[in-house]
């Protein structure tokens, strides 16, 4: 009896079509045409893609002529358009050096040919590329994503019917066009402006909107209808130490803002952006309670600033199921804290609940007398909280005292762990994981660093000798982790080989 020659199975080319498109499109282009060469069945399996990714690993690089590597570079766009069968639904052009335009016209040009539903553009180095008439007739687009580019539609441009995402980063674009694009979007839910705006008041009508971003200059966000709008960032990307921003006394506009966003669940706003909102109005309280709002994220604040202070207050006071809380401070220098400390003393706080307030981190602490009176308002009213993460600015002299005085506060949680960075030192009968790290404020110049990183280290053994007696035993920590530290220094080994003493249940210990 003859035995047939055993005959291999080609198990990768016997997949379904819709498993060697999905394998095909985790490659890049460059790579999913090599593919090509596998074998028959595969020699025109990549031109069947129905997403084009022009990125810059086509981009020689190396390439020293540039003007080489652009012809280079479309010789390859051209190819692969000439070749592609079938529908494009995804394409992206993401070339950092691309200096012509034409190419990228042709490109659109064809995409709309073909029903493209996904464009993502994102070019550098070109001055005030204009889109194309092309795109604005690409009425199938479902996320659109733009970068550096100047954008005008054409008069005969009615909107697309059926956007769900709009990204614009950098773009040149009148605010009135803008309006109109957004309100002429009957299915925008995600809306992203990084924007170089400058106007009184920008106009939201997104009526299924459930995300918006905003990076541009101050300026009154109005929502006109966004029912199902849960999550909102509004920030105004200025250097706050060197510019200044005045915002004139008006109506405050809170109450309008809140009222407009009933589904309101997580909030990211800088200090500009509340001012704006405030105009110069004090409450202690919203009319409207943020039922809804469980992240509440806050830039830039000077709580030293009677107005700062005030509306973070009167916000936390308006949000009883709050979950997570995050604060940036600003250490900016006021010349007259009277009116804070009064303004503190004749505060009631009895109406302040946070039973659901799980998680706080505070950056940029100094140890001043409204920071650490909101530290001992959060630990007191929050019985649910489970982690506090306090990360004191480097240039603080007092930041063993800031601990100090915290061991003393009171709280409402049996079970929170404080972690404490640029410091050493904490007392918490309930902490479970520290971690600390010698990390400098990024907000510091750099020459200023260098004098401060010394003083600190300098300074920092001298400090832990005067509180030998507060350092207290870490009889619940289980983990610790110590960033930037040199162990050839003698002051800083002693550091943290009494640090370690002290935690007789230690587990694990990380050093870097």
């Not at 936390?316 to 401070?329: M, T, Y």
Request: charged share 25%; net charge negative; with cysteine.
């Amino acid at each position: 009896m003859e035995i047939a020659p055993f005959q291999p199975v080609d198990m990768i080319s016997n997949l379904p079509d819709n498993v060697i498109e999905i394998i095909l499109m985790c490659l890049t282009m460059r790579d999913a045409a090599k593919t090509s060469i596998l074998s028959k069945q595969w020699r025109y399996k990549w031109v069947k893609l129905p997403q084009l990714i022009f990125d810059d690993t086509l981009w020689q690089k190396s390439e020293r002529n540039q003007e080489l590597a652009r012809m280079k570079f479309v010789g390859i766009l051209y190819q692969v358009l000439l070749l592609h069968q079938g529908p494009i639904t995804k394409s992206s052009l993401i070339i950092p050096n691309l200096k012509g335009c034409s190419e990228i016209n042709h490109l659109i040009y064809i995409l709309w040919k073909n029903g493209v539903e996904e464009f993502t553009l994102k070019i550098k180095n070109i001055e005030e590329y204009k889109l194309p008439s092309s795109l604005f007739m690409c009425l199938q687009l479902k996320h659109l994503n733009l970068s550096s580019c100047l954008i005008s539609p054409p008069p005969s441009f009615k909107g697309f019917n059926k956007l769900i995402r709009l990204e614009l980063h950098g773009v040149t674009i009148d605010p009135e066009v803008l309006g109109s694009l957004i309100s002429s979007s009957p299915l925008l839910e995600h809306l992203v402006l990084h924007v170089p705006i400058e106007v009184d008041s920008l106009k939201i009508d997104a009526p299924r909107l459930k995300l918006f971003e905003l990076e541009c200059y101050p300026t009154h966000v109005c929502f006109k209808k966004s029912p199902l709008l849960a999550i909102v960032s509004e920030t105004s990307g200025i250097d706050l130490y060197e510019d200044e921003v005045i915002v004139e006394d008006g109506n405050c506009k809170f109450v309008e803002f809140f009222d407009s966003l009933p589904a309101l669940q997580q909030l990211c706003i800088d200090s500009y952006f509340m001012k704006i909102l405030a105009a110069g109005q004090l409450q202690s309280r919203l009319s409207v309670s943020l039922i809804h709002l469980k992240i509440l994220k806050l830039f830039e604040i000077c709580l030293d600033s009677l107005d700062d202070l005030s509306y973070v207050l009167c916000l936390i006071r308006s949000s009883p199921n709050l979950q997570k809380l995050n604060l940036e401070i600003l250490d900016r220098a006021i010349t007259d804290s009277s009116p804070v400390l009064e303004f503190l003393k004749v505060q009631d706080y009895s109406d302040v609940f946070l039973n659901q307030l799980q998680k706080v981190k505070l950056e940029y602490i100094s140890g001043t007398v409204p920071e650490m009176t909101l530290i001992k308002l959060l630990l007191e009213k929050s019985p649910k909280l489970n982690r506090m993460v306090i990360w004191p600015i480097v240039i603080c002299d007092e930041r063993l005292g800031i601990l100090e005085e915290l061991n003393k506060f009171g709280r409402a949680s049996p079970n929170e762990g404080i972690s404490t960075y640029n410091t050493y030192k904490w007392d918490s009968s309930h902490m479970r994981d520290l971690t600390t790290q010698a990390t400098k404020s990024p907000k510091i110049k750099e020459e200023e660093r260098k004098s401060v990183g010394a003083k600190w280290r300098e300074n920092r053994a001298h400090q832990f000798c005067d509180h030998q007696a507060i350092l207290a035993t870490f009889n619940n920590l289980k983990i610790l982790k110590l960033s930037d530290i040199s162990l050839e220094s003698l002051d800083e080994l002693s550091s943290v080989l009494r640090l370690i003493r002290s935690c007789p249940n230690l587990e694990e210990v990380k050093i870097e």
